[in-house]
Each structure stands twice: as structure tokens, then as C-alpha cells.
């Protein structure tokens, strides 16, 4: 058998067994030219009992398929690497800049949600009657620089506690494989992320209470920052939360200091 098919192999100008075999298994280590025998077995070294085996399999697929002269499908897939490991993660750059705009996002639907009636749990009266905004509107450009620069290295430390909480440990504990984004998981897990940023101080009484109102930022927010965990990693989705913390918050701040009246509550008593 193996004259007929080293024969054959050579007229027809196909690779030998032993060029399959190392084809299938990539040696990790040169090839001695003199033909001295290694000890370090350069085929299968460095690879566990049951790769070996697969590879094996597959040597002996592409050998029948190569006698047969019918394609190896089988054998092609176990030697051909999946989409999944090969798949390159996205740049944080690329992550930075995606949760960049979902804090900007998150800007526009505070001042757009009073005139569309949106109930959300954040409206204009969370910035104006915000003490630390309240300062910034005449606080001196020095000043005002190095509260912004303290405040964003603040926005960062939310995100190091709510990502590992809300995104990485119910794909640990309950999604069942690393392929597609498991939203049968991520969005409950985010509703519930989303819905425990409406445990808030009441603004009269001054005490903590459930806010009867809908935590669009969040949901939204949390969606994304599900999507890169599984794809990219726990730390992209924390990138990007901090990231949109730090945009929507420096924001906040530079349109309540050079545009106030973009901030005044609209009142609806007043005739037209």
C-alpha cells in the first residue's frame, strides 16, 4: 500500500504522506538537515492526546479523500481553524469611541425627553438642581478645568464594579457557550442593571426611593457595553462605560456653564 501510493502520489505530482502529515501539524521546531534523528519529535510536540488524535484523523481523511479523489470536508474542518479564534478583537480606540457617542446619546435624550414626554430617569432638573452644576456655572476657567479632569477620573470607578457585576458574572454563570452575544442572558441582566439606577435620593424628602420613571440611559448604555463584552472582552465593556460617563458628564458641564437656558425646565403653564 504504501509503494502503490507513494507511486502514485509521485506521478501524479501529489504531496507525499510524510508532506501531508507535517502539512496538517505545522512543526514548532526546524527540521534537522543532516537527517539526525530528535528526540523532540518536531510533528507532534507541544500538542495534547487528543489533538493528536484529531489530527491523526484527519491525516487518514485526506489520504482516502486523496485515493478517492472526492473532497475531505471533515478533515478540512478540523484542520482549518474556526471563525471564532480567529476572529480578531475590535481596537479599545474603536470601543472608546463607541462609548463616547452613547454618552452623547445619552445628553441628547435628557434634553429631548421633556419635549417628546419621555419618562425618563434623568431630566433637566437632575443637572439644574444639581449642586455641583450649580457651582461650575461661575466657577473661574482654572478651576472649572481641574473639577472636569477630577470628575472624569471619577466617572471611571463605576464601571470597574457595575462590569464585572452586571456583564461578566451572568455570562460566567449562566450563558452556555462563547459564540453570538447570548441576549437570551444580557438583556434581563441589563434590565435589572438598568432598573436599580432608579433606587435614587428623592429631591423633597431627601430619602432614597424607587423612581417611578424609565432608566433609558442605562438600558441602552447596558446593551452595548453586553455586546462588547462577548465579543471583545470584559475589559472593552469597561472602556466603554467609563468612556460614556466621561462624555456625558463633561458635557453636562460645558453646555450648563456656557449654555444655562439649554438646561431651564421648560415651563408649560406659560400661554403661547
Not at 8 to 22: I, V
Not at 165 to 171: C, T
Not at 196 to 214: A, F, V
Not at 248 to 256: D, E, P, Q
Amino acid at each position: 500500500m504504501d509503494v502503490f501510493y507513494y507511486n502514485t502520489a509521485m506521478e501524479k505530482g501529489q504531496p507525499s504522506r510524510r508532506e501531508l502529515f507535517q502539512k496538517i501539524i505545522p512543526s514548532k521546531h526546524p527540521q534537522k538537515e543532516d537527517g539526525a534523528k530528535d528526540n523532540n519529535n518536531p510533528v507532534i510536540a507541544g500538542i495534547s492526546r487528543r489533538k493528536f488524535i484529531e489530527y491523526t484523523g484527519a491525516t487518514v481523511a485526506n489520504l482516502a479523500a486523496s485515493q478517492l479523489k472526492v473532497p475531505s470536508a471533515h478533515a478540512n474542518e478540523i484542520t482549518s481553524p474556526s471563525t471564532d479564534e480567529t476572529k480578531e478583537k475590535q481596537s479599545y480606540a474603536l470601543t472608546a469611541t463607541e462609548g463616547a457617542l452613547m454618552g452623547a446619546a445619552n445628553v441628547v435624550i435628557t434634553l429631548g425627553s421633556e419635549k417628546l414626554n419621555l419618562p425618563s430617569n434623568r431630566s433637566k432638573e437632575d443637572v439644574t438642581k444639581n449642586e455641583f452644576y450649580q457651582k461650575i456655572v461661575d466657577m473661574p476657567t482654572g478651576k472649572f478645568i481641574a473639577t472636569i479632569s477630577t470628575m472624569a477620573i471619577a466617572d471611571t470607578i463605576p464601571p470597574l464594579v457595575e462590569e464585572p457585576l452586571f456583564r461578566w458574572l451572568p455570562n460566567y454563570a449562566f450563558t452556555r457557550t462563547d459564540k453570538g452575544n447570548a441576549w437570551e442572558v444580557g438583556v434581563p441582566s441589563t434590565a435589572i442593571f438598568a432598573l436599580l439606577h432608579n433606587y435614587r435620593k428623592d429631591k423633597e424628602t431627601g430619602k432614597y426611593d424607587w423612581e417611578k420613571s424609565i432608566p433609558l440611559h442605562q438600558f441602552a448604555g447596558g446593551l452595548l457595553y453586553w455586546k462588547l463584552m462577548r465579543e471583545n472582552g470584559l475589559s472593552h465593556s469597561i472602556v466603554a462605560h467609563a468612556m460614556a460617563n466621561i462624555t456625558a458628564g463633561t458635557l453636562c458641564s460645558l453646555s450648563a456653564r456656557k449654555y444655562p437656558k439649554l438646561w431651564e425646565k421648560e415651563n408649560k403653564n406659560t400661554p403661547a
